[in-house]
Every structure is written in C-alpha cells, then in structure tokens.
C-alpha cells in the first residue's frame, strides 16, 4: 500500500539501524515536492511536501521500524584548498561556470564535469575523484545576516 | 527620423555582440537545479525573459510580427515554448542565437499581411527552441508560470512598441527585424566557431 508523506516525521530516527528501513534516494529529489520512491523493503511512497525533507530524516514510523531517506553518494571533485585565499579562488573559479560547490573542512567538493576538470587541470590545482554525499552550498533566505548597525 | 532609428540599430548591434547581455552567455552551463521550495521561483522565471537579449529580443519581435499580422503568433508562441519547456530538449547556446536572427526576419516583409504558413512555422519553432533554453526554469509549476506570464507581457510589449514605430514610419519595425538578423546570424556564428 502506497504512503503518502507530506513533511519529515523526524529529524533523525533514534532507533537502532537494524529498525530503520532505508530509501535512497539522489540529491536533486531533495528539491522537488512532489515525487515517489521505493524503500528498501518495497513499500511504496508518495510525495506531496509543504517542506524540505533532510538527509537522513524519518518519513514513516511504524511499530516495527522508522523510514529514513537517505541520500544517494556520488562522483565529485575533491579540491584541496589548504588557505581560505585558495578556498576563495577555487570557489570563485568554479563559480564562474556557475557549478554549485561544497565547502568542507581543508576541501573544496564539486561535481564531477569535462569544464571542471579542465579548468583544474589548466590551473594545476591538486583534486582527487571521491564518492560522497554531495551537499553543495544553499543560502536559504533566514541565512542573509543584515550588516552590524554602525558604532554598536 | 532618420538618426534615432540608427542609433536604434546601432544600439541593438552592439548589444548583440555583448556576452553580459545574452541571458545564455556562450560558455557551457551546467543543468540548473531549480529548487521547488525557493518562495523566489516564480519572481525569478517570471523576470527571466527580460534578463538578456536572446529571450528579450524574440518576445519583443513575435510580439510586434503579431501586431504586424494581426494574428495570434504570440500565442502561438507561448504554447510551443510550453512544450519547448515541457520537453526537457535542451537548446545549445547557437541556437538561441539563431532563433534570434529567425525572430528579427520575421519582421522583414515588405507587406506584412494576415500571417502565412511558414510564419506559424516558424514562430512554432522559436518558441520550442527557446523554451529548451529556458529549460529546468520551468520544471516546477511556479516557475513555468512566472516564465509564462513575463514571456506573454514581453510579446504584448513588442506589440505595442511596433504600434508606435509603425505610427512614426513604416520601414522602422523592418530595420529593427533586419538588425536583430544581423545580430542574431553574427552571434550564431560566434558560438559555432568560437576559435
């Protein structure tokens, strides 16, 4: 029997693994609201979202276990990026080819294209091809901090 | 008369020839990922058609072709740009280009009667290519309608800016079709020969 989930249940399942059945599913889903997947264990679910679902969270709870979405890796570019002058270039660089990029700590993650490598290839900048969850930089409106009030 | 209109042309040329005025810049873009949730996604595609050239131009000279006819080519439009958008074809940058310089010579006849066969056609076929260009704008239902409507008030701005021209003289909406051709076959060749 088809489910129908319109929000997350939970953030996170605070069952043990072998009570979470999983549905993997790719990053763009994440931006869609209306869709459908297949869980693990085949149960069927549809989407009609009034919010953003997150990797990981909790879709369906039953007696028996908790329905956790869980993003699918994929094939990126891992750019080393030891200063935050170099993080800045290399994002900027990137950015210029309007690809959306992932900061994380000492590395600078972007999807794996032809203009992308070309570029860091002509730059010479070290990178290596790595499967992970890609989670590339969104700026949400509640995240634009107004500029400090001058003398406060 | 004579100097506004070739400050016009030359306006338009010039523009044509500028890659920050072409909503799709010659380099390669990736696919956009349009995220349904952004409150902004219909503002956004609404005022799309209006950010560059490529789109801006067309809407305009369908917009002033229908007026010309006095036929429903903007309609005709919206509803292969709709499949265009629908189709998930995406069109390269040279075609843009050349559905621009299509656009402009629709404007170029001499007698601009009722609209022929090959206008439909060809109005068909600008509207599909550059609803490609437009592409996962419209994926989401907000955003395919704010693409719609800005695109409908573009052809109705093109229609009443021809009624002024056509008001003032009768070859100006010609050498504004003929400069768009230009435009649109130099920029089409750019992009296919970018060496």
Known sequence: ?152 | MRFPLLWFLVVIIALGFSAEAWAHPGHPHPVEEVDEFDDEAFMSALVHPFTGLDHLVVMLAVGAASFLSRRLLGTCFLGAMSVGVASGFASPTWLLALSVAMAGSLLLLKDPGPAKTWQWVLVAVIGFWQGGGHGAQGSSLEAGMGLFVGTAAGIWLGAAVARLLQARSSIATSIAGASVVVAGLSVTVIRLFPG
């Open chain 1, 1 to 152: 029997m088809t489910k129908i989930v319109r929000s997350m249940a939970a953030e996170r399942s605070l069952r043990p693994e072998c009570e979470q059945v999983r549905l993997l599913v790719e990053r763009f889903l994440f931006l869609k609201r209306r869709w459908q997947g297949l869980a693990e264990d085949g149960t069927k679910f549809e989407f009609d979202l009034e919010s953003r679902l997150k990797n990981g969270c909790v879709i369906h709870r039953t007696d028996q276990a908790d329905y956790v979405i869980v993003q699918r890796e994929e094939r990126v570019f891992q750019v080393a990026t030891p200063t935050a002058e170099q993080a800045a270039l290399v994002g900027w660089k990137i950015g210029n080819l309007h690809f959306p990029v992932q900061i994380v700590e000492g590395f600078l993650r972007v999807t794996v294209d032809p203009m992308v490598e070309t570029l860091l290839k002509r730059e010479n900048w070290p990178y290596e091809e790595i499967s992970v969850t890609f989670q590339p930089l969104r700026l949400p409106p509640e995240a634009v901090v107004p500029p400090p009030v001058e003398g406060s």
